[in-house]
């Protein structure tokens, strides 16, 4: 059974950082591309950012590029996503996601329960 | 960027009724779209991928149509269980964007 878990949410100033981690069990983490998906309070989904399956290829949404990085380590299967500069409009709820095929790192299927992040002073 | 848009934006129906959203993109994206479920507080739900195949598990009840802008989700016989939100996503092109959603209530 696939399984996602996200970590790292929390309370941070604007301008801040965090790192958002994502850990995957129940299938092989190393095949597949992954994804982060968000979600601001009672708003609709937002794709944020895509990372292939051997991290080298990544794809961001115009609306994070140079603030946030996506990476990942494939010996611990888990998924990052390190935010910058962080904004009061950042804020939401975080998921990651497995995609369907390999091949298409925009195309979710499993979904963490995600994790909130809170930009206010 | 494809803009995807969504209508109705909410509904309501009586169970059993047949229910039918629809989902169109500013461009071609062949069947390049999915299909989520998304209760309260829940992470989404894959139903439909590639415009018309149903995910693993999935009631067959849900089914998806549609190829190149326009597209159809419909619930054959609502069932309480099915309110939630649903949003339709082109994976044609990054960014991978949703549509706006749609609310899905029972009458």
């Known amino acids: 059974e696939v399984q996602l878990v996200e970590s790292g949410g929390g309370l941070v100033q604007p301008g801040g950082s965090l790192r958002l981690s994502c850990a995957a069990s129940?299938?092989?983490?190393?095949?597949?591309?992954m994804t982060w998906v968000r979600q601001a309070p009672g708003k609709g989904l937002e794709w944020v950012s895509s990372?292939?399956?051997?991290?080298?290829?990544?794809y961001y949404a115009d609306s994070v590029k140079g603030r946030f990085t996506i990476s990942r380590d494939n010996s611990k299967n888990t998924l990052y996503l390190q935010m910058n500069s962080l904004r009061v409009e950042d804020t939401a709820v975080y998921f990651c996601?497995?995609?369907?095929?390999?091949?298409?790192?925009?195309?979710?299927?499993?979904w963490g329960p995600g994790t909130l992040v809170t930009v206010s002073s | 960027d494809i803009q995807m848009t969504q209508s109705p934006s909410s509904l309501s129906a009586s169970v059993g009724d047949r229910v039918a959203i629809t989902c169109q993109a500013s461009?071609?994206?062949?069947?390049?779209l999915n299909w989520y479920q998304q209760k309260p507080g829940k992470a989404p739900k894959l139903l439909i991928y590639?415009?018309?195949y149903l995910a693993t598990g999935v009631p067959s009840r849900f089914s998806g149509s549609g190829s190149g802008t326009d597209f159809t989700f419909t619930i054959s016989s609502l069932q309480p269980e099915d309110i939630a939100t649903y949003y339709c996503?082109?994976?044609?092109?990054?960014?991978?964007?949703f549509g706006p959603g749609t609310n899905v209530d029972i009458k």
């Open positions: 996601a497995k995609v369907i095929y390999n091949w298409n790192p925009i195309s979710p299927h499993y």
């Open positions: 129940g299938f092989t983490f190393s095949d597949y591309a």
């Open positions: 990372i292939s399956e051997s991290g080298g290829d990544t």
């Open positions: 461009q071609d994206i062949s069947n390049s």
């Open positions: 590639d415009a018309y």
């Open positions: 996503q082109q994976h044609d092109n990054v960014p991978g964007t």
